[in-house]
C-alpha cells in the first residue's frame, strides 16, 4: 500500500488500524509518533482518547504523509479514494466494511477476543472480568495490529 494519495492511504490506513472513518479523518500530524509507532485520536465514540499501536506497514503508510505541512494526515475525506477503489476492483464496499474486515482478519490470524475488544476500543461494559481484570497488555495490542497487518500485506 502506498500514500500517493491522502483519500487512498487513508483507506489502508482504516484496514490496517481498525479505526473509524470519522477518526481517521481528524487525526492530527502531532497525534502521530513514528518512533513509537502509535497513533492517538480524540475524543472517540466512546468518548475517549485512544492510542494505536501502528504496524510497521501503517508507519510507512504515513510516514509520507507526515512530510506534509498540513495539520490533518489525511487531507480531504477519503470518498474519493473509495470511489476509486470501488470503480478499480468492481467491489461496492463503504469504510465501515473495513473496520468489519479488519476485526474478521483479526480473528482468523487468532487475535484473543480481549485483545480484540481493545483493539476496536469498544466498551467492556457488562463484563467485570474484562473491565476489571483482564485488559490486554500493550504488548497484546500491539502483536495483534501487526498479525492484522502481517496477513492483510504478507
Excluded at 492517538?40 to 508507519?59: E, I
Excluded at 487531507?75 to 463503504?94: E, H, N, P
Aim: aromatic share 6%.
Amino acid at each position: 500500500m502506498t500514500a500517493e494519495l491522502p483519500a487512498t492511504a487513508m483507506l489502508g490506513f482504516c484496514l490496517l488500524t481498525g479505526c473509524r472513518v470519522g477518526e481517521a479523518r481528524a487525526l492530527r500530524r502531532e497525534d502521530v509518533d513514528l518512533e513509537a509507532a502509535t497513533a492517538t485520536f480524540r475524543q472517540t465514540k466512546a468518548g475517549n482518547d485512544f492510542t494505536v499501536c501502528l504496524s510497521t506497514q501503517a508507519v510507512e503508510l504515513l510516514r509520507p504523509l507526515l512530510r506534509r505541512k498540513t495539520g490533518l494526515v489525511f487531507s480531504g475525506d477519503g470518498r474519493g479514494g473509495l470511489s476509486r477503489v470501488r470503480a478499480a476492483t468492481g467491489l461496492q464496499f463503504g469504510f465501515h466494511d473495513l473496520r468489519k474486515l479488519f476485526a474478521q482478519v483479526a480473528v482468523e490470524v487468532g487475535v484473543p477476543h480481549a485483545v480484540l475488544v481493545g483493539m476496536l476500543n469498544h466498551s467492556v461494559a457488562g463484563s467485570v472480568t474484562l473491565s476489571h481484570y483482564a485488559k490486554p497488555s500493550p504488548a497484546a495490542l500491539r502483536a495483534g495490529w501487526a498479525a492484522v497487518a502481517e496477513f492483510i500485506t504478507g
